[in-house]
């Protein structure tokens, strides 16, 4: 019995110190919220996605009509052109989806997606508008070389009419109007049924992806040209301009090579073509006396690789791979990092990407706001997709960015999912609050992003290691007295928002949580609630007596007074029992 006592003894001794031991492994990150200290108001426009996404399976607050398809899109006919993506093939692929009351009517591509946003309740809609020249004629089939416009194949844009605005479009004139077109839509949606449209997209690329409409690149001096004769007719009716639309790194730096950019630089001086274009639209509001681009839009692709040598693959088993897509979100702010890509291959002159595009806003054109209408970090069938995107929307909330829509490809669900996590958590609704407030953390490979809604403090945590679950302590430095938070968490094997286990208490403020690994958690963090006020107990009904006597009306009696206090004292007595 002495032999078993004393190895219990050691059994104990042993297990403290392993305990202690495990614990000092693992001392939780400190987070530290401020709920006072606001940054910035947060966007709602940023939770987006682009068309083709299955609106019922996310909360989005803006959705995009926009792609290849749009830019040879006839407005009068529905058809479109796929360009090289399929064959040059002239359809009505765009309407092909669409509500059957849309399918034969002029412009039913964008009346569908403007009914699919009101339907689900989304406030901001981005339609995108046609600028390259030619849009698809009524013939359909595959074009060929030879049928490069003007063909039969292709009817000719014209921003203005110059003329009345028919009710029904004129299809036999083998022209088309935008000005005809915004003012059919303003008819049928009214003024401000669509809040933004898009200067084409991508015009970079049309001598890649349009071939039978641009040939050769187009210069910087005719996309400005186009941008601003365009715009001014949107102006006409009071929507936002969001342009260029460019489409990735290159486009930023040169216009992808563009036959007048080189000249261009050297004679003012800009860093790249961001600063061109902002500087040029600038002096084209002074021009017009309007502002003609609201909206600086970009399209970014994550470039990053892993182990594998490969951009944004699918090798979930290879942590490298996993990790390198973790990491490609900090190329948007974080000086400090340098993926492995061709960009960093070249210089990446301009990475840390967002303070870059800022200073070229503060510089050549103050007041522009920000949108990233096409992105994508990849793995939308993978939690580190989620992970990904979710660190993507709190960066763009941090960086004050206006608008963005999220480009998902074929596998999209956990993207999807790191929405919901900011727009509806709990499936009622619930979404991260309106206010970024100041968040600090020491350590860990987590992200922290919080927010105010009302008194209610949101955070959303992101949790990067990819086997580890991470414990974490959460102080909220606040002269409020915090109860309760409930808490949300997408993780594992499912791309659905879970609720866990909520912290019951909330001691001095503060509170200890285990992070999954791998995953996204947001605390909802509550006041609690006021009490209805009371009266004393220690108060009789002869001191109210007394306090509402001596403010009655001098005429009023003695023997007025105190029946007013036996009825009072009557009345405190029901509401205590």
Not at 163 to 172: I, L, M, R, V
Request: hydrophobic share 35%; net charge negative; glycine share 10%.
């Amino acid at each position: 019995m002495r032999i078993l006592r004393v190895s219990a003894a050691l059994a104990v001794i042993l297990g403290v110190a392993m305990s202690t031991s495990a614990f000092a492994e693992s001392s939780p990150v400190e987070i530290t919220v401020t709920p006072s200290e606001e940054l910035r108001e947060i966007s709602p426009y940023i939770f987006g996605v682009n068309s083709g996404v299955d609106l019922g399976t996310v909360s989005a607050k803006s959705l995009r009509l926009g792609g290849n398809r749009l830019t040879a899109y006839n407005w009068e006919n529905n058809m479109s052109n796929a360009g090289s993506d399929w064959k040059n093939s002239n359809d009505l692929y765009l309407v092909s989806g669409a509500a059957e009351q849309f399918k034969d009517v002029p412009a039913g591509a964008m009346l569908n997606a403007v009914a699919q946003a009101r339907e689900r309740n989304i406030p901001y809609t981005l339609l995108t508008l046609q600028m390259a020249g030619y849009v698809s004629s009524d013939r359909g089939g595959q074009a060929k070389e030879d049928d490069a416009a003007p063909s039969g194949y292709w009817y000719k844009v014209e921003n203005r009419k110059g003329g009345e605005f028919a009710e029904e479009p004129d299809k036999d004139d083998k022209t088309v109007y935008m000005d005809e077109l915004l003012n059919y839509l303003t008819t049928r949606l009214g003024k401000s049924g669509v809040q933004g449209y898009s200067l084409d997209n991508e015009p970079g690329l049309w001598r890649h992806t349009h071939p039978l409409l641009q040939d050769g690149a187009l210069s910087c001096t005719e996309l400005i040209d186009r941008s601003t004769d365009l715009a001014a007719v949107v102006k006409e009716i009071d929507a936002e301009v969001f342009g260029p639309a460019l489409y990735g790194y290159s486009a930023y730096v040169n216009f992808a090579g563009a036959p007048d950019w080189n000249e261009i630089k050297s004679e003012n001086g800009y860093r790249w073509f961001i600063d061109y274009y902002l500087d040029e639209m600038r002096k084209a509001e002074n021009a017009n006396g309007k502002r003609l681009l609201d909206v600086l839009d970009l399209h970014y692709y994550t470039e990053a690789k892993g182990a594998c040598g490969e951009r944004s693959c699918s090798h979930y088993d290879n942590d490298d791979c996993v990790k390198a897509r973790l990491d490609s979100v900090r190329s948007l702010y974080d000086p400090d990092y340098r993926e492995k890509s061709w960009i960093v291959d070249t210089g990446a002159e301009f990475f840390p990407l967002l303070p870059n595009v800022w200073q070229s806003i503060d510089e050549y054109y103050p007041g522009t706001k920000l949108s990233f209408s096409e992105y994508n970090f990849g793995g939308g069938d993978h939690i580190s997709g989620a992970v990904c995107e979710a660190d993507t929307l709190g960066i763009f909330a941090e960086q004050g960015v206006y608008f963005a829509a999220l480009w998902a490809f074929e596998g999209n669900e956990y993207q999807l999912g790191a929405i919901n996590m900011f727009t509806d958590y709990d499936g009622n609704g619930s979404g991260f609050g309106g206010m970024l407030v100041k968040s600090e953390h020491t350590g860990g490979d987590i992200s922290v992003y919080s927010s105010v809604d009302g008194d209610t403090v949101k955070m959303i945590v992101t949790n990067r290691s990819i086997h580890d679950d991470t414990p974490v302590s959460i102080t909220l430095s606040s002269d409020k007295s915090y109860e309760s938070a409930e808490v949300y968490s997408l993780y594992g094997d499912s791309p659905l928002v879970r609720q866990l286990d909520g912290v019951g208490e909330i001691t001095d403020n503060s509170f200890t949580y285990t992070l999954p690994a791998l995953s996204v958690t947001e605390f909802v963090i509550v006041t609690p609630a006021p009490e209805e006020p009371s009266i004393e107990a220690s108060e009789s009904a002869s001191e109210i007596g007394d306090g509402v006597k001596s403010a009655l009306p001098y005429a009023i009696g003695g023997a007025a007074a105190a029946g007013t206090a036996a009825v009072i004292a009557t009345v405190v007595k029901k509401k205590k029992k």
